[in-house]
């Protein structure tokens, strides 16, 4: 369990992947992309389309 703060939000994460290392983490959602995990396939799609909606407003 990891507890985060983001403003005034605490979020907690109940995830074994917590208890990994940062690079142990990328390398862990890395190897799942390319097996094809369709969960983090659309995660990757959800938060690139809100990336670039995001720059698009900036301008």
């Given at each position: 369990?990891?507890?985060?703060?983001?403003g005034?939000?605490?979020?907690?994460?109940?995830?074994?992947?917590?208890?990994?290392?940062?690079?142990?983490?990328?390398?862990?959602?890395?190897?799942?992309?390319a097996?094809?995990?369709?969960?983090?396939?659309?995660?990757?799609?959800?938060?690139?389309?809100?990336?670039?909606?995001?720059?698009?407003?900036?301008?």
């Amino acid at each position: 369990m990891k507890e985060i703060n983001i403003g005034n939000t605490i979020g907690i994460i109940h995830s074994p992947l917590m208890e990994l290392t940062k690079e142990e983490r990328q390398e862990h959602f890395q190897n799942e992309l390319a097996k094809g995990n369709q969960v983090l396939k659309e995660l990757e799609r959800l938060v690139n389309k809100s990336y670039r909606r995001r720059m698009q407003d900036a301008f």
